[in-house]
């Protein structure tokens, strides 16, 4: 009797064993025809992948000043070099291609300056996209990305 239930017990675990790698191989079949059909229906395009198109820089190099206040941190989300200069004012002034400017945003969230591209833009093509944000003080630094974020001295 004990036999006959560990000899069925045997097949029982067997057949269990036997169905796993055919179930993982029939999972990573769809998985795969799944990411193919994705890929052939998506063009390689950015802009119409939903992150907008590539932007090129004009080369006509502009100076915006911009008012922005309150806050203690900057996140840095875009490939800039950041100066900070702190004194007793707040504000940051953008140097970059004129076509280039409108698509940088920076506000003001919780306390922190963001700095990123707006929603729907690409990749951009820049040789100088420099800024110097003037702080009263400063508490946090984050760069998400290949941004530089510089400073002389700090107080």
């Not at 989300?77 to 280039?100: M, R, Y």
């Amino acid at each position: 009797m004990l036999d006959t239930v560990l000899r069925s017990h045997k097949v029982a675990t067997t057949a269990r064993q036997g169905a796993t790698p055919s179930r993982r191989v029939a999972l990573a079949s769809g998985f795969l025809l799944c990411a193919a059909l994705v890929g052939i229906s998506k063009p390689a395009h950015a802009w119409e992948w939903g992150w907008g198109p590539k932007v090129t820089g004009s080369g006509h190099i502009t100076t915006t000043t911009r008012a922005v206040s309150g806050f203690t941190g900057i996140d840095l989300t875009i490939p800039a070099d950041v100066k900070i200069v702190q004194g007793s004012t707040e504000g940051l002034t953008l140097e970059t291609d004129d076509n280039i400017a409108p698509l940088v945003e920076t506000v003001v969230e919780k306390g922190r300056l963001v700095i990123r591209m707006q929603k729907k833009t690409g990749s951009i093509n820049t040789k100088v996209l420099r800024m110097t944000v003037n702080v009263r003080t400063i508490e946090q630094l984050e760069v998400s990305g290949s941004g530089n974020i510089t400073a002389d001295k700090l107080l």
